[in-house]
T-cell receptor, first 115, second 112 residues
């Protein structure tokens, strides 16, 4: 079955370190998204991509970057981790081309703790 | 800017009850609306997706309705079960190429 996987599922790091969270989907979807989920803020969009070599900033993009070198992967990089970036991160994908409905599919999440 | 609100934030019901979860949005110009379920420590699972041209969608014991003009959607759960306990989120998409705006969710507890 097609799926979307995130790794690592849990990570603890120190302030100032660079961290990369991986996201891999096997649906061949064009669109991929990164969200963070925090108590009191719900799900907020960090970055998104509509295809290879395309990346866009979401509402909370400061301190994060993404790159899209192929259809399957959208890694999320924290250039210099801060305690405010402690959160649960979700990757998602969808495809609204053709007859597709634009339904969004989520990964299981990556819990990041920055000490 | 689209804002999505879910009331109540938490709900506790005895097993077997029929219940309704509410979702309201401020901008009626939407492309679709999606309901998700999230179990503790897990990702979001899509339950139902309603296109802007549709009034409702059904899947098993779940029925979601959409009233764009009033900016409201409801998720109806029939004959609730303890396994339905989870957080339910709604999200709206403004157009085909746009991202989703999420509500804060309703945390549902179904007591045996």
């Amino acid at each position: 079955d097609a799926e979307i996987t995130q790794s690592p599922r849990h990570k603890i790091t120190e302030t100032g370190r660079q961290v990369t969270l991986a996201c891999h989907q096997t649906w061949n979807h064009n669109n991929m998204f990164w969200y963070r989920q925090d108590l009191g803020h719900g799900l907020r969009l960090i970055h998104y991509s509509y295809g290879v070599q395309d990346t866009n900033k979401g509402e909370v993009s400061d301190g994060y970057s993404v790159s899209r070198s192929n259809t399957e992967d959208l890694p999320l990089t924290l250039e210099s981790a801060a305690s405010s970036q402690t959160s649960v991160y979700f990757c998602a994908s969808s495809d609204f081309q053709g007859q597709d409905t634009g339904e969004l599919f989520f990964g299981e999440g990556s819990r990041l703790t920055v000490l | 800017k689209q804002e999505v609100t879910q009331i109540p934030a938490a709900l506790s019901v005895p097993e077997g009850e029929n219940l309704v979860l509410n979702c309201s949005f401020t901008d009626s110009a939407i492309y679709n609306l999606q309901w998700f379920r999230q179990d503790p420590g897990k990702g979001l699972t899509s339950l139902l997706l309603i296109q802007s041209s549709q009034r409702e969608q059904t899947s098993g014991r779940l029925n979601a309705s959409l009233d764009k003009s009033s900016g409201r959607s409801t998720l109806y759960i029939a004959a609730s079960q303890p396994g339905d306990s989870a957080t339910y989120l709604c999200a709206v998409k403004r157009d085909a190429g746009n991202m989703l705006t999420f509500g804060g969710g309703t945390r549902l507890m179904v007591k045996p």
